[in-house]
């Protein structure tokens, strides 16, 4: 298997928290640091000293937080026509997308507001490179407790026992060697597939689902391109030297995954008239 990190799956195992996008917010503000710094960098010069300075009042705050993600195409569009054809459940993914990039974005200020002197002196691109994965790990503890408030973080919960399968012995006395080995192993087997069957069972009463199938690829990256740079699909695919259709298809399935099923309703419109681009 290649170590490259575009053929990794987006989630490490087969469940995640019900509605925890963290990883794909993690790999939406890598791409963003890696293909458009200039919206970390405006980030930080005209958000973060507001929110350093928010003192009781949040209004100062949420306005220029607000600024921002509409600056860069990054806040869901509230338009009442559009607005209105959507079914509950995804006007209800909608608030949750605006609340989840609001609380990884706040995460993101606090460990900036809370980073040592030193790490201050350091030039934005310094910074980025310097602590790109260390911010990463902190984003994912601050947004699990974010987003989870008031409940046990799973790193604070007490480790699960080990398992411990049995079987019965090799009499060589009954069996030979091979006979002994292909019982014991089809016992160990059927034992495991029970646990792991009782341990799926209790991952979905307490609260997990099912994540997607998706590999990282360059979907977030094509995403960045495209809805904060404002890119073409046949750039993109001139870019990355693959086919249009198939960058179109991975920025709305990155747009799914970071947004919910009122994607199409966050997602820019694409611009219409004239010629296509070649």
């Not at 799956?9 to 509605?19: D, F, I, K, Q, S």
């Not at 993101?108 to 790490?119: A, D, G, M, T, Y």
């Amino acid at each position: 298997m290649s170590d490259d990190p575009k053929n990794k799956p987006v989630w490490p195992g087969a469940y995640r928290l019900e509605g925890d996008r963290t990883k794909v917010l993690d790999l939406f503000f890598a791409a963003i640091r890696r293909r458009a710094p200039e919206v970390l960098e405006s980030l930080r010069e005209k958000v973060l000293p507001v929110f350093m300075a928010r003192g009781g009042s949040p209004e100062p705050f949420e306005l220029a937080l607000s600024r921002w993600t509409s600056q860069f195409n990054l806040a869901p569009r509230y338009d009442r026509s559009r607005v209105a054809n959507l079914q509950d459940q995804e006007l209800a993914e909608l608030f949750i997308c605006e609340q989840s990039l609001s609380g990884f974005v706040t995460a993101i200020l606090r460990h900036w507001s809370e980073s040592p002197p030193e790490r201050e002196a350091l030039t934005l691109q310094q910074r980025i490179e310097y602590s790109a994965e260390d911010e990463l790990a902190v984003f994912n503890t601050m947004f699990a407790l974010w987003i989870r408030t008031g409940e046990i973080s799973s790193s604070s919960a007490p480790p699960a026992p080990n398992y411990a399968f049995g079987c019965s012995p090799w009499n060589p006395r009954r069996e030979t060697r091979a006979q002994a080995r292909h019982r014991i192993l089809a016992e160990l087997t059927t034992k495991v597939d029970q646990a792991l069957e009782g341990e799926e069972k209790r991952a979905q009463l307490g609260g997990l689902e099912r994540a997607p199938l998706k590999q990282q690829g360059d979907h977030f990256e094509w995403l960045v391109r495209y809805q904060i740079q404002g890119w073409s699909h046949n750039k993109i695919a001139r870019e990355y030297k693959t086919f249009r259709q198939t960058v179109a298809e991975g920025i709305n399935s990155a747009s799914e995954l970071l947004i919910g099923s009122a994607w199409k309703f966050w997602l820019r419109a694409q611009k219409k008239g004239g010629r296509p681009r070649k």
